[in-house]
């Protein structure tokens, strides 16, 4: 099965098969910064500093994200920005010490109206994708509607599970 998505809930960062001494993969770091992303529009203090974050923002640091993932400093920093040039996140400095993440698109494939399946609330919306990726953008539609196709940089046009891999960031490189 390669289409759709699913949601998995935030307690599954507290089951034994999630906590692990082990390091991180670079697959599981992604999904945990899909699992701490903030799910509402709130506000939160950082280093005394007052941080209004968006659907999708991840207040954090090098150093604690070091930790969890059992990674030195250096190795996040770098996998921060290989997700940054390939247009996934986006990296905000808040104060000396801390950081907010922006994950593009979270918002999207994550939001719900209330009362309504996931798969039917996508409405129309342009993904903008880096130079570096397979494909410069996408529209989708409400479910059932015609999909518009663009082409990649190559003038192929590109199928939904490919261009699905290369944003979630899986893809054949």
């Known amino acids: 099965m390669s289409g759709g998505f699913i949601l998995l809930h935030r307690k599954l960062m507290l089951h034994w098969l999630y906590e692990s001494e082990r390091p991180f993969t670079k697959r599981e770091a992604w999904i945990d910064l899909l699992f701490l992303a903030a799910y509402k529009v709130h506000s939160r203090e950082l280093d005394g500093k007052l941080a209004n974050l968006e659907v999708g923002d991840i207040p954090t640091s090098m150093q604690q994200l070091a930790g969890r993932w059992h990674w030195t400093w250096r190795r996040v920093r770098t996998f921060l920005k290989t997700l940054e040039n390939d247009g996934m996140i986006r990296i905000v400095k808040h104060t000396h010490n801390s950081t907010i993440l922006k994950l593009n698109n979270y918002a999207y494939y994550q939001l719900k109206t209330e009362g309504q399946d996931t798969t039917t609330n996508i409405a129309t919306s342009t993904l903008t994708r880096s130079p570096n990726s397979r494909a410069s953008s996408r529209t989708y539609k409400k479910k059932g509607a015609n999909k518009e196709k663009q082409k990649n940089n190559d003038g192929d046009f590109l ?15």
Not at 160 to 173: P, R
């Open 159 to 173: 199928d939904d599970d490919a261009w699905m891999k290369g944003a979630l960031g899986y893809g054949d490189s």
